[in-house]
């Protein structure tokens, strides 16, 4: 079956580092475009980056633009997101996501065109 399964959240230091992984399973990943999404707690699921199936086109919220970057091994069957020069109001739980197949990339920063998504991981910004 399909999964998404995030990793590499942790508790970092602003102005620290951390790369998050999202390996994927049950389909070929090579096929779809993928997101990040976050939610902080007593928010709303927010968008904050998203690469296409090639790789070759990304798209990132202008609140983390500058600091993360979003890219992806198909061979690994993973896609990462770099985040680097964390602030605390990055924290919260990261999740990605498969777009649904035929979904727009005009749509891409909208959480109800993707139709799998990961568990999570949690990142905390503090000192």
């Known amino acids: 079956q399909v999964q998404l399964v995030e990793s590499g959240g942790g508790l970092v230091q602003p102005g620290g580092s951390l790369r998050l992984s999202c390996a994927a399973s049950g389909f070929t990943l090579d096929n779809y475009a993928i997101g990040w999404f976050r939610q902080a707690p007593g928010k709303e699921r927010n968008f904050v980056a998203a690469?296409?199936?090639?790789?070759?086109?990304?798209d990132l919220a202008d609140s983390v633009k500058g600091r993360f970057t979003v890219s992806r091994d198909n061979a690994k069957s993973t896609v990462f997101l770099q985040m680097n020069s964390l602030k605390p109001e990055d924290t919260a739980v990261y999740y990605c996501a498969r777009q649904r197949n035929g979904g727009s990339w005009s749509s891409a920063r909208k959480s109800d065109d993707y139709d799998y998504w990961g568990q999570g991981t949690q990142v905390t910004v503090a000192s």
């Open positions: 690469i296409t199936w090639s790789g070759g086109t990304t």
